[in-house]
Each structure stands twice: as C-alpha cells, then as structure tokens.
C-alpha cells in the first residue's frame, strides 16, 4: 500500500490491535509499559497517536528512515521485546506501519471515513453442510452467522468486510482479530477457523471499534442421520428442533410421567408432590393429563410464593438494608404482584418509579438498598434489561458498545432519588450500613451524575437511543419506568425471557442471563425471538409464558441423553439434570421426615420458600436455627448483589458431609413427632410403608428390587424405628432426591 493511501484511523489503529499492542496486558494497561501508553483495545486514536508521535527521545517513529523506528523493531523482535514477535518484516503490519511512518505519520481524522458497520461471512456466504448463512453484522442485533461444519471438513474461512460511512467497502480479513470463546476451536492470523473437538462455541470478530460474534459447530458426520419433525402446536419445538436437526442430534424421549410430576411441581410451585398428589397423576390415564396438571399448578399460590422467592433474590431483599417490617412489606408487595397476574413491564414501571414510604409503598425498597446513582443504574440495567454496564464505568466496554458516555448518562436517570430517614434503631454503631426504621424515598428537583473525564453533569440517556431522553422537568423516573415498560423496547422482553427460560430450563438461551449482547450470542436466536414476542403479544403475563413452555416438548424431554447428545448442555437436546435449590431441598427433606422447619423470627411451620428474607438479623440473642443455617450452606444468597450468578448451586464437601451425618438430617431422623416415629409404630405391611417413602421423596412406586430388598431390611431388623431411618436417611441422600431431573 502507497505512504499517502495508508491511514492512521483505520490502518494502523487496526495493526495495533491485531498485533495485542493495546491489550490490558500490554501497553493497553492504564499505566502502560516500558514508558509506551496506549488506549485500551485502541478505544482513543487520538490519544494513540500522541503517544506514538511525540516520543521524546525521538526513538518511536522516525520519518526519514521507518525501518529504525521502535514502532517497528520491537513488536517484529529485531531489538528486545518484553512482548515478543508480534508480527515478522514480511507481514502485512509491517508493511502497513511502514508506509504510514514513510508517508509522515501524519493524522488523518478530517478525512478518514468513520467505520460504519462489519459483516462477517463465510468464504462461499454459505454454511458447510449446505444450509444457508446469514452474515453476522455489527449493526444488525440478531444476524449472527451460524455455521455448521461437518465432518470430515475441519476448517472453516472467514471472511470480514468493513463498510464506511462513505459507502467504500474493504475486505479487513487479515487485519480483524479473532478471539475464540472456548477452546474448541482455534482461529489463525487469517480468520481461518479450524476443529479442536467437536462441539459448538463462539467467535468474536473485531475490527477498530466494531465487533462481532460468530457462531460456529463442528459436527461429526453421523451418516444417514434423520430428525422427523415434533409434534405439531408448539413453535418452540419447531425452532428447537431446527437446531438440532443442524447439529445432528436426536433429542432425548418424552420423559415418565413419574419424572413429569416431580420436576413440574418443583419449577412452578418450588415444593415436590405429595405421595397421594404423585400416585393420582401417574395413574391417570387421560391424554391431556399433564396440561390439566400444569393449569391447576399455576393457579395455586405456591407459583406466586415461588417467583416472590426469585425476584426478592434479585431486588436485595434482606434485613440489614431494608429492616425487618420493609422485607415483609417488600415481599407480600412482590408475591401479591404475581399472585394477580401482574403483567411483568407493569411489574418493572412500579419499581422503577417507585418512591414514598418503605413500610406505606413497599416498591420503594428497591431504591433503599440502591444508595447511590451508580448502583441504581447498574442494577435497573442488569435485572430488567440483561444488560451488564458495569465494565463502561471506567473505559469503553470492551465487549459491546456501550461507552462511558453511556454509562454516565443512564446514571443520570438516578441522580436525584433522595432518602429521609425517620428513625434508625441501629443495633451495631460500628455498622454505617446498617439501618432499622421507615424511610421516606423522594425525588429532589435537583442533583446530577458528573462524569470523571470531563466533571460536567451526564444528560439522561435512554441505552441504544441516540437523543437525550427527556425534558428539563420532566420526572426521570416516571420517564424510565415507561420507556423500560414500553412493549416495543427490544431489552425488556428479551432479558425477561431468557430469564423464565432459565428457571425452567436449567440453562439460559443467552448464558450468563443477564448479559445479553450481540456478543454473547443466543444458542438459539430464533428462539428467544419467537419466546419475546410471545411474551409481549400475552401483556407480558409470566403465567402465559410459562404454561407456553411447560407445555412443550422440549421441557419436557428426559434427561439421559443419546449416543448424538453425550456433551450437549447447551441446545435442550434433554433436560439438564441439576441440584435442587436451597429451599426447595429444604423443604422436600423436612416433607419427607414430615417435621416442620423452624426459622429464627418465624413462626414454626413456615416453609424455606415462604421466607420473605435471608435471615433475621435482628434476634442476636439467638444463634442462627439448623434450617437458616443449612440454607447457608447450600447456597441461599445473601442478596448483596443484583445478579443471579449469587446463589451458589455446586455442590461441596460440607453439603455432602451436611446430608450423610449433619445435625439437622440427625434430627429430623430422631424426632418423635415426624414420620419415622409415626411408621415405626404403623401396623400396615412394611411394603406398604416403603411405597409410601418412595412416593413421598421420589414422586414413584420402588421398583419391584428395591421393594424386595427394603422390606426384607426392616422386617430382620431388631430395632424397626432405627430400620426406618436408615431407610429415610438413604431416600433423602439419594442423588434422584437431591436432584431435578
């Protein structure tokens, strides 16, 4: 390329992050490297171009002989390089640097054209097995493209084209940087893609301030594989099985009915079937059993406690901010909501514009335990939009565009929330964040965000809108809370499906859920397409949505997978198998011991999930009860933060030694008044006792070996009640009880 045709905006700006200059590890960090500074991933030219131009000893670039200019030397390793090679002589960065040097090193923003858009395709825009392949663009949410490679092809060339604002098109394939998601893939210098193993995985493109996520599968051949189509009725299935019929995977069978009655119970109710609510469904025989089961399900008030439970999870409702009397009053305000079928936007308008009394208004606890614009702001956008803003705080978020610009002016919406704080009868003076008392949530008239870099007031911003949002005196609140509720808003819908999908699923389409971007692409775009639209189209009803997928084949596949499906955990080809929640094993344990829970500063009898808060902090006198405490262990989050990721689900050395020999199994075992004292002294047939058990704990009748082995346990036993415990501490340690399948 001539000296006067290379440009430092789109030229050498790219060089540098192809090379990894401008990397956080490298001369991107805020302190840079070896005196050299540059911006983070290139997000400031113009600062770039002073650092490399106006190096004081005259060493960086040397326009009367380029070939000596450090620019040059170092990243190709003819002087030392703490960075390695980056690039070699012969290379087209090389060349490109050159050029740009020889030519005067000269800024051309006046008449460089602004990058307008990037598109990534295939080299023939087709995918390999013959199927087409939209290009993945940068400006067009939902196109990513979606290429399938099979076997025995293990390579896949990508090609990206850079479009200006001026309409000029430039094939950049060899100057975009390519950053592969998993190490299922690796991807060369040239975009060429190629199979480490088998599976499906992302590919970020990137070039100057544009980037893009390429989904890509490598799939065996699997010759002569078929997939008839699901039965017909649910466009779930359909787009679901699309899918799989592209990866060649045959999705598990429908699961029993036995497994059907138990996982449905715990995803809509969060409490497992009674033995005789089990027995019933299993042994009716009507075709239309299961979506008779689900209506009934979702009428009940269990659903509403349930998702109460979720979202006081992501609302931080917990003692220590919000006291005592403002959870209760929190929590019977969110259960009350989807006990009325609520729509889920309205539901998110009244805590957005929430204000007034934390005991009178109880939506205005949301803001209570958001002291500060900055945390308001990160946790609207997380919870209710799945957008996570937090790495745009301090530069440009690296993988999506929101800017700090953005950033700032979203917070603005939160600058003017106020408290009065009527009273506080704090217990710990030594705790500032502590508080016990009603208070007042107001907005003042005044009060902006400034930004850092320029320390002016951030003009409110609505995210992805380029205007500012409202008039001087227009309420901010009221403003957000009707943008966000707005049906047409294309966060809202999306963020709030995948998070349903989530609870039912066991797995997100977009995984993290609350981290949707066009990089972090959906496993199945379609899909969450399809769900959103349906949510808005059914006035954003939670039950509708969820009856819609309950009702699915896909929900409702077994959980062994097939010889196609050994390592998918991400697709739905089967249900995923995971570990009961906190509360629901709980409460399934003490249904099973038929022993009531005790929780510190809650009458007996109140169950796991019905607790409003974390734990009662204020009973200091008394320690922690067994079940606040096995909540604990098991991963009940203390709701500190706005994200779904606190509640730890894996499993630990202490849960296992917590269910084999943990003070509370020990008792619920040995107390008089629960299930083992009451078997012990049945004069029913012991296999009777044992069905009983079985339905009880694994909503199903033992098979004909266990019935066997179990009654001829307890019939030789000297001690029958010590026989039945064994027989309940085995039922609640098995890994069909502690899991959801």
């Not at 939209?134 to 390579?155: C, H, I, K, R, W």
């Not at 001087?472 to 957000?480: I, K, N, P, T, V």
């Not at 989050?637 to 990721?645: A, F, I, Q, V």
Request: aromatic share 8%; hydrophobic share 40%; charged share 25%.
């Amino acid at each position: 390329m001539a000296a006067d045709e290379t440009s430092f905006r789109t030229d050498v700006m790219a060089v540098l992050s192809k090379s990894g200059c401008n990397q956080g590890v490298c001369h991107g960090n805020q302190n840079g490297k070896g005196g050299f500074r540059l911006s983070l991933r290139g997000q400031d030219a113009g600062m770039d171009l002073v650092q490399i131009v106006r190096d004081q000893a005259g060493r960086r670039i040397d326009v009367l002989n380029p070939a000596e200019s450090l620019l040059l030397k170092k990243p190709s390793m003819q002087v030392a390089h703490e960075g390695g090679q980056r690039f070699r002589t012969d290379s087209a960065e090389y060349t490109l640097l050159q050029a740009w040097i020889a030519g005067g090193a000269t800024d051309d923003l006046s008449s460089a054209a602004k990058l307008k858009s990037l598109d990534v395709t295939t080299v023939d825009a087709r995918s390999t097995d013959g199927a087409s392949a939209d290009s993945a663009s940068s400006n067009a949410a939902g196109s990513q493209l979606f290429a399938v490679v099979v076997e025995p092809q293990e390579t896949l060339q990508l090609r990206v084209i850079a479009t200006f604002e001026d309409g000029r098109q430039r094939d950049v394939t060899r100057l975009a940087v390519y950053d592969p998601a998993e190490r299922l893939v690796s991807v060369d210098h040239d975009g060429l893609v190629r199979r480490q193993s088998f599976g499906e995985t992302a590919v970020l493109v990137r070039y100057l301030q544009k980037q893009v996520a390429v989904r890509v599968a490598f799939v065996p051949a699997r010759a002569g594989f078929t997939l008839p189509d699901p039965p017909p009725g649910s466009y779930i299935d359909d787009l679901v099985w699309a899918k799989l019929r592209q990866l060649r995977i045959t999705p598990a069978a429908l699961c029993s009915d036995s497994v059907f009655v138990r996982r449905v119970y715990f995803d809509l109710l969060n409490i497992p079937p009674s033995a005789a609510e089990a027995r019933s469904f299993v042994a009716d025989g009507a075709a239309d059993k299961r979506e008779k089961l689900v209506d009934r399900l979702l009428a009940r008030p269990e659903f509403a406690t349930g998702w109460a439970l979720r979202w006081s999870d992501l609302l931080h409702n917990e003692e220590k901010t919000l006291d005592r009397k403002g959870v209760q009053a929190f929590h019977h305000w969110i259960e009350q909501s989807f006990a009325e079928g609520k729509p889920l936007n309205e539901f998110a308008r009244e805590l957005i514009a929430a204000r007034g009394s934390t005991y009178q208004s109880p939506p205005a606890n949301f803001y209570r335990a958001l002291r500060d614009p900055v945390s308001r702001s990160e946790a609207v956008a997380q919870v209710f939009l799945g957008v996570r803003l937090q790495c745009a705080k301090c530069h440009n978020h690296p993988f999506e565009s929101w800017t700090q610009d953005d950033y700032y002016r979203w917070a603005g919406f939160f600058a003017r929330v106020e408290y009065k704080v009527l009273e506080n009868k704090r217990k710990d003076d030594n705790d500032k964040h502590e508080f016990d008392g009603e208070q007042i949530v107001w907005m003042a008239r005044e009060g902006e965000v400034k930004d850092p870099r320029t320390n002016r007031a951030a003009t409110p911003k609505f995210l992805g809108e380029s205007k500012a949002a409202l008039a001087e005196d227009q309420d901010r609140l009221e403003a957000l809370a009707d943008w966000v509720a707005d049906p047409q808003n294309r966060f809202f819908a999306a963020a709030q499906t995948n998070r349903i999908w989530f609870h039912l699923l066991g797995r997100g389409i977009v995984e993290p859920i609350d981290d949707v971007r066009d990089t972090n692409p959906a496993v199945n775009p379609p899909l969450l397409a399809a769900l959103a639209k349906d949510l808005a189209a059914q006035n954003f009803s939670l039950r509708g949505l969820v009856r819609r997928i309950v009702l699915s084949r896909t929900y409702q596949l077994a959980s062994e997978p097939n010889e196609t499906s050994p390592d998918d955990d991400r697709n739905f080809s089967h249900a995923l198998v995971r570990r009961l929640s906190a509360e629901q094993l709980l409460d399934a344990a003490h249904r099973l011991a038929g022993v009531e829970p005790k929780f510190n500063g809650y009458p007996r009898g109140v169950g796991a999930t019905q607790v409003p808060g974390v734990i009662a902090v204020r009973t200091r006198s008394a320690a922690p009860s067994m079940d606040d405490q096995f909540l604990t262990l098991f991963g009940k989050p203390p709701r500190l933060l706005s994200c779904e990721c606190e509640r730890a689900t894996g499993a630990t050395l202490s849960q296992a030694f917590a269910m084999i020999s943990g003070p509370l199994i020990n008792e619920l075992l040995a107390r008089d008044d629960g299930r083992v004292a009451r078997l012990s002294a049945d004069t029913r047939p012991t296999a009777e006792l044992i069905d009983e058990l079985y339905w009880t704990a694994l909503a199903r009748a033992p098979s004909a070996e266990e019935l066997q082995t179990t009654c001829d346990y307890v019939d030789r036993a000297t001690d029958r009640r010590r026989a039945l415990e064994d027989v309940v501490w085995g039922l609640l340690n098995a890994k069909e009880f502690v899991l959801r399948r």
